[in-house]
């Protein structure tokens, strides 16, 4: 039989010991289980980065991976421990975390539970870390074969969360940016198909007062130090600096909400 993969995203930070703390927890209960780090690096409380960063990874594994995401502002409140069978965005994966709007994208077309079983959690919950207490040993469970119907009732109102709306105007589209990368890439909710219908080299786009024209396939399509824009490997747009950082070169300390506008030249 294959060994389960579990895979955990968090705004803890990589040098945080709560991540560690997680691990030992579903190794605990499930021994043979492979963990992947998607990242720790999600902005402190920001729940729709962590969303996004989320829908950029998830098509990358298999189908029955289980994925638990913390990013939990609202961590001890009245807010539900949720999991999430996928739908329509990740058929055959299964989700943990808080019924926030984090795991939003992946419920339509799928079901949701809460995690509401005492055995299925550490004996003792502390108010602060659900991460530890209660979304790594639903995940142990998960892997080890435990059925979803089993941690709880079934969930029909999830927390909504949705990106950004796109807007067109006349001939331009509206956007704005979702959140910065490692590299200081700045990325947008605009994909492929909210793009104008013409030659991407006959487009321009306007960030932060600055107009790029054309949008690139490559970094290195311009020279080190330049600007450019291009649809990244998870088809959204960016804007990008080739060998350098674009939220550094705008001087932007946050650049979320950033409005970008793609038009025809």
Not at 37 to 54: I, R, T, Y
Not at 98 to 126: H, I, K, M, Q, T
Not at 178 to 198: C, K, M, R, Y
């Amino acid at each position: 039989m294959t060994r389960p993969l579990i895979t955990l995203l968090s705004d803890f930070g990589a040098g945080s010991g709560y991540p560690a703390q997680m691990k030992g927890i579903i190794l605990g209960i499930c021994p043979d289980a492979r963990l992947v780090d998607l990242s720790h690096e999600v902005p402190a409380f920001q729940v729709l980065v962590g969303q996004a960063m989320l829908r950029e990874v998830v098509g990358a594994f298999p189908p029955g991976t289980i994925h638990v995401a913390v990013v939990d502002p609202g961590v001890g409140t009245a807010r539900r421990p949720l999991l999430v069978v996928g739908g329509e965005r990740a058929p055959g994966h299964l989700f943990v975390g808080p019924d926030n709007g984090l795991l939003w994208p992946f419920v339509r077309g799928g079901r949701a539970f809460e995690l509401a079983s005492p055995e299925l959690r550490r004996a003792e919950v502390s108010d602060t870390f659900h991460g530890r207490d209660l979304f790594a040993p639903a995940a142990a469970h998960l892997a080890r074969g435990v059925p979803p119907e089993r941690f709880g009732p079934e969930v029909a109102d999830p927390v909504k969360l949705q990106p950004p709306r796109v807007r067109h105007e006349g001939g331009a589209v509206v956007g704005e940016i979702l959140h910065v990368d490692h590299f200081g890439n700045l990325i947008s909710n605009l994909t492929v198909e909210d793009l104008p219908a013409v030659d991407r080299a006959m487009l321009k786009v306007s960030v932060a007062g600055r107009t790029l024209t054309g949008i690139q396939s490559t970094y290195a399509n311009v020279g080190a130090g330049e600007t450019l824009a291009l649809v990244g490997s998870c088809g959204l747009l960016e804007v990008a600096v080739r060998e350098g950082s674009a939220a550094r070169a705008f001087g932007a300390d946050d650049p979320r909400g950033m409005p970008v506008v793609v038009e025809p030249i």
